[in-house]
């Protein structure tokens, strides 16, 4: 016995605390799940009361914070950023609202977007047009009031040219080049190819033109890019390029634009936890990308813009819905023995492992885009001394891919609970559908604990006010 030394926790652990030890083994310490009973001081439950499940619910304090710790990130770094929030990512008024307010600017991919960006007072001269197809009307609305167009493709060029030559004088616009970084996956869908000579020729085409002066190169080479070095090559590839352009036309393009991609701290599906992990802090993204800037003499440095969209607001949106159904496997089975070895093998078969229970949430993917990737997490609002369990999450939508989440750990839960959703803030609402159900209430949780409906529950006229019914249906069938 006197040579038993009691086991310590060493470096094994790696950067993580003692404290994540939990996390590593979830039955050390009873439910380590996180119990969310209240959103920046607002008590869940009061929420859920108050407007109704399921409910989006924003955090104010999160969007401000992130867009500081991103700003700082690269300001710090590079003086000349310039900074636009992703309307696509998530077009609420009040978000983007939010983000103008923070000094951001509107980077948008339809006429749709631009109006709205125009109507929420966003000068044309603060909008990044992007996007494969622009009509002629918002390309001439654009070029008009000075907005930034980034071209996509020849078709695109033609449009742009066309409108420049119609409206005379000089329009600044810009073109999206793709390569591969090796470094991720590979976006060629968007842009003009780099190892091709495509975006070359782009460039020297735009600079011959009366009517166009190259201003911008841009690339979004991905989303939830998960190394930093990706945007170190995307930067080095847009820097090769720019000294191509100059060495062919001795014109200088003035600005780079980096895209968005930075990730969100959400998980993909089989991914194990924390996400520290795995995704990097904003820092190294501003590293990769600034340090490639700074190595050029000042006067050559270009303007540096970056067009973001989950990394400031995913981490932001919360979804409280309620479990309005519980499917307990267990407990069919035993109430009755004899269908226990039936259900048995069924799910053993279909599913790999033995029965669990389902909690069926007033919430499905018809609100839950991301949940076919993200590994979305889910939170009681109570507290719980039960142990967790193996459990999957539904929807209410009569579709059998209706699957939030295949296995979570969870507390048994009763009819009713509140079950909290988050990160849901990027892409879910602008990707969300009126199937089989209208769309939920978003409040907005201000600096100070204050709850404000920025989008209500939607009502059958919503939905049924653009319809119109041929007057022979409309007539009464014996007429
Ligand atoms: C051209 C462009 N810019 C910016 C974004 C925003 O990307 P993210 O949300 O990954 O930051 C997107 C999204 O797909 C995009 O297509």
């Keep these: 016995m006197d040579d038993y030394k009691s086991p310590r926790i060493s470096e094994e652990l790696g950067s993580l605390s003692a404290g994540n030890a939990a996390e590593r083994n979830p039955l050390s310490g009873g439910y380590v799940g996180t119990v969310l009973s209240a959103i920046d001081g607002v008590d869940v439950e009061t929420l859920a009361r108050g407007y109704g499940t399921p409910l989006f619910v924003f955090s104010e304090r999160t969007i401000r914070a992130q867009a500081r710790a991103m700003r700082t990130a690269f300001k710090s770094r590079y003086e000349t950023t310039q900074f636009f929030w992703s309307f696509k990512t998530n077009g609420l008024n009040a978000v983007c609202q939010v983000f103008k307010s923070e000094g951001w600017g509107a980077e948008i991919v339809s006429k749709y977007e631009y109006d709205k960006a125009r109507a929420l007072g966003f000068d044309g001269r603060e909008i990044i047009f992007n996007g494969p197809y622009k009509d002629d009307q918002a390309i001439e609305t654009a070029l008009r009031e000075g907005a930034m167009i980034q071209i996509d493709n020849w078709d695109d060029m033609a449009r742009v040219e066309r409108t420049a030559e119609g409206l005379g004088g000089r329009h600044k616009v810009g073109i999206r080049v793709w390569f591969a970084t090796s470094r991720g996956p590979t976006w060629s869908k ?101 340090s490639e800037l700074n190595r050029l003499p000042k006067a050559r440095r270009p303007i540096l813009r970056l067009e973001t969209g989950r990394h400031l ?103 009713g609970d509140r079950l909290t959703l988050w990160p849901v803030g990027a892409y879910n609402l602008g990707q969300s559908m009126q199937f089989i159900h209208l769309r939920p209430a978003v409040v907005l949780l201000d600096l100070q604990g204050g709850v404000h409906v920025i989008r ?22 014996d007429d």
């Design 456 to 477: 209500r529950q939607e009502e059958l006229a919503d939905m049924t006010g653009a319809e119109q019914m041929p007057a022979y249906l409309a007539g009464r069938g």
């Design 190 to 290: 968007f842009g003009f190819g780099l190892a091709s000579g495509e975006a070359l020729r782009a460039a020297t085409h735009i600079a011959r033109h009366p009517n166009l002066t190259l201003h911008t190169l841009h690339a979004h080479i991905g989303t939830y890019m998960l190394d930093p070095e990706a945007y170190r090559v995307a930067t080095q590839s847009l820097l090769g390029l720019r000294d191509q352009i100059e060495a062919d036309t001795s014109g200088r393009v003035a600005c780079l634009n980096l895209g968005g991609g930075f990730p969100s701290r959400s998980l993909l599906h089989g991914m194990t936890g924390p996400a520290d992990l795995h995704v990097p802090p904003i820092d190294r993204y501003a590293e990769a990308i600034t």
């Design 313 to 415: 607001i995913d981490e932001a949106g919360y979804l409280v819905t309620t479990v309005v159904s519980i499917k307990d496997a267990q407990a069919a089975l035993m109430s009755d023995p004899s269908g226990l070895t039936a259900l048995r093998i069924k799910e053993l078969t279909l599913h790999g492992h033995p029965p669990k229970a389902s909690y069926v949430l007033d919430a499905g993917i018809n609100l839950l885009y991301t949940a076919a990737w993200f590994a979305i997490s889910a939170s009681p609002a109570r507290n719980t001394d039960a142990m967790p369990e193996p459990a999957r999450l539904v929807g209410d939508l009569c579709m059998e891919i209706d699957v939030i989440r295949e296995e979570v750990q969870l507390p048994r839960l009763n009819l």
